[in-house]
């Protein structure tokens, strides 16, 4: 009832930067935390960062500096902007958007498709 549409992956030399987005749409009523999620292979997902209604931050230690995470509540959106990247920031990147549906107030907890982020070294 709720899809995630990513975009702005790539492939990227260390250093360099990338931007994600992430909008969300369908029977939204309203949108809590909206974050990122990333996937190395052969490693678990791992939060990268997530962010409020009221846009408070959260992000994990090796990303913080580096990234930046925002979100634009009228349009459902969310971006991640990354910079600095290093090889280790390669991985499959997944948006991730709870809150509640119209009308039935039902819950929802919605992953995007994933987005591929390569840095070379």
């Known amino acids: 009832q709720v899809q995630l549409v990513e975009s702005g992956g790539g492939l990227v030399q260390a250093g360099g930067s990338l931007r994600l987005s992430c909008a969300a749409s369908?029977?939204?009523?309203?949108?809590?935390?909206m974050g990122w999620y990333r996937q190395a292979p052969g490693k678990q997902r791992e939060l990268v960062a997530t962010?409020?209604?009221?846009?408070?931050?959260n992000y994990r230690d090796s990303v913080k500096g580096r990234f930046t995470i925002s979100r634009d509540n009228a349009k459902n959106t969310v971006y991640l902007e990354m910079n600095s990247l290093k090889p280790d920031d390669t991985a499959v990147y997944y948006c991730?958007?709870?809150?509640?549906?119209?009308?039935?107030?039902?819950?929802?907890?919605?992953w995007g498709q994933g987005t591929q982020v390569t840095v070379s070294s």
């Open positions: 991730n958007a709870n809150g509640f549906l119209i009308g039935t107030m039902q819950a929802f907890d919605s």
């Open positions: 369908g029977r939204i009523f309203r949108v809590n935390v």
């Open positions: 962010t409020t209604t009221g846009g408070n931050p």
